[in-house]
């Protein structure tokens, strides 16, 4: 028999809050088992750097850049084959462009209106000497910044499920790890 204080660790995964029906089965066929054990135990395969906050100023193309901005303009493709662009800026006035090639313009408008500020987090490019980022991995309210600020775990995944989403029930699952004597 197991100790009492183990208990919590084989439940089931389809308990974990944002796991329905349709993501229990890929879950569980990904991790090997039905068991909050076995999501405990599919460890991450590499991880994502997002402390890089350097004004964009200084900032080097080719690394993931979290940080602040203001959004200043919208620009609306001429055709559907351009990516919807939105220009912002950063504390040292340094302009960024953020790309999105599949795209609604009605969410966009919502989710980027202009003049708001939020806390955006991608990897930089540059195209024709100016600095980029093309869909942005995450668009949140500029409180958010300090927990963007962060090093992911970026996990092995099948089709239907994405590395947010299974990291917020890897998250759910390590809560549950009792403290051991």
Known sequence: MRPEILNPLFGLIENLKGVGSR??????????????INLLWHLPSNIVDRTYDTPLNR????????????????????????????????ESGTELTL??????????????????????????ETFNGRLQMNH??????????????S????????????????LKIEQQALARVPDLP
């Open 23 to 36: 993501y229990n089965k890929l879950v569980c066929n990904l991790v090997g088992g039905s068991k909050i």
């Open 59 to 90: 900032a080097a193309a080719g690394r993931i850049w979290t940080g602040a901005v203001k959004i200043i303009e919208h620009q609306i493709p001429a055709t559907k084959k351009q990516p919807y662009r939105v220009a912002a800026v950063d």
């Open 99 to 124: 790309n999105f090639f599949k795209y609604y313009k009605d969410s966009l408008s919502k989710s980027l209106p202009t003049g708001s500020r939020k806390a955006i987090s991608g990897k930089l």
């Open 136 to 149: 942005p991995d995450y668009i949140t309210p500029p409180e958010m910044l300090p927990a963007l600020k």
């Open 151 to 166: 090093v992911e775990p970026v996990y092995s995944l099948c089709a239907g499920v994405s590395n947010k989403t299974m």
